[in-house]
């Protein structure tokens, strides 16, 4: 199987790049980042951070039987359900 690999490219301000200087394999690292970045984005907005307003509409149904709550222990917010 003959598998070619795209290339994208993209600015960067002063400070990010003088602060991956050090590093040695740029490409890999930012590959690294971009796909720990995916595996941790929310599902729901796939990481933009924003709802649509159907999303919203099933969130605010969701949260009608879950709440928000802080862990005790690493005080990170996560859902509760109120079942």
């Given at each position: 199987m003959n598998r070619k690999e795209d290339?994208?490219?993209?600015k960067?301000?002063?400070?990010?790049r003088k602060a991956m200087e050090g590093i040695s394999n740029r490409s890999e690292f930012i590959?690294?980042?971009i796909?720990?970045?995916?595996?941790?984005?929310c599902p729901l907005c796939n990481?933009?951070?924003i709802l649509n307003p159907h999303q919203k509409?099933?969130?605010e149904r969701f949260l009608a039987h879950h709440t928000?709550?802080?862990c005790q222990n690493c005080h990170e917010v996560f859902l509760k359900c109120l079942k």
């Open positions: 290339v994208i490219s993209f960067v301000d002063a400070s990010l590959r690294n980042a796909l720990a970045a995916l595996d941790n984005a990481g933009t951070g509409q099933h969130m928000l709550e802080k």
